[in-house]
Each structure stands twice: as structure tokens, then as C-alpha cells.
């Protein structure tokens, strides 16, 4: 499963509604793609419909899909945001990750 702060929740309700998603009906499809300075990136967009493969769950009323190959490297994981003075985003504080990049945008297990 992957947890959703509170500041991740409200940033996600002000952009799903921006980009003319639902946010009580509507899905954050969260994944991994090859890529990135430590080998693996994470993906975050906005999705009205779930696959036969997603894995579908909620936290912190935000409805998420994963793909199964990604929900593996995915398990434990907390989604933030920062609004911080290092820069603007969304954070994924992920267990798994035995080290990331300076960005905080890849990983590697």
C-alpha cells in the first residue's frame, strides 16, 4: 500500500480539480520506469479509469492505482509534498530504495 500525507492530499485535490479530474472519483496512477540518475524513476499522473493489472486502493481519501510490476518496488511507500525552500513537489519517501539521487526523483534497490 502506498500512504498519502495530508499536505500530499491537498495538493493532489487543487491539481486533479485544475486538470478537470474528480478528486473523490477520479485515480493518482503511481509508478516505476527505467530511467534516472540511480536507475529506476518514479511516475505520478492523474487517471479516470483502472487496468485489469492495477492494483486499486485508498489512504487519506485519494484513490490510487499501481500497476503490479511497480506496486513491488512501491510497498511501504508515503507520498508527500514539499513546498519547502529546496524546491516545489511531490516527495516519495520509499523504504525500498537502498539510494536515490540528489533530486529525490530516482532510486535504486
Known amino acids: 500500500m502506498i500512504k498519502v500525507s495530508e499536505t500530499a492530499k491537498k495538493k493532489i485535490a487543487e491539481l486533479m480539480t485544475d486538470d478537470g479530474f474528480d478528486p473523490h472519483q477520479d485515480f ?18 492523474f487517471d479516470k ?7 486499486v486502493f485508498e ?7 499501481v500497476d503490479k510490476k511497480s506496486f513491488l518496488y512501491l510497498v511501504g511507500t508515503t507520498l508527500e509534498y514539499s513546498g519547502g525552500l529546496n524546491g516545489k513537489g511531490f516527495v516519495f519517501n520509499n523504504p525500498n530504495a537502498q539510494r536515490t ?3 529525490g526523483e530516482s532510486f535504486s534497490l
Open 101 to 103: 539521487c540528489g533530486c
Open 28 to 45: 493518482v496512477r503511481v509508478g516505476v520506469k527505467s530511467g534516472g540518475c540511480s536507475g529506476l524513476s518514479y511516475e505520478l499522473k
Open 59 to 65: 489512504d487519506n481519501e485519494v484513490k490510487i492505482i
Open 49 to 55: 479509469n483502472s487496468e485489469d493489472n492495477d492494483k
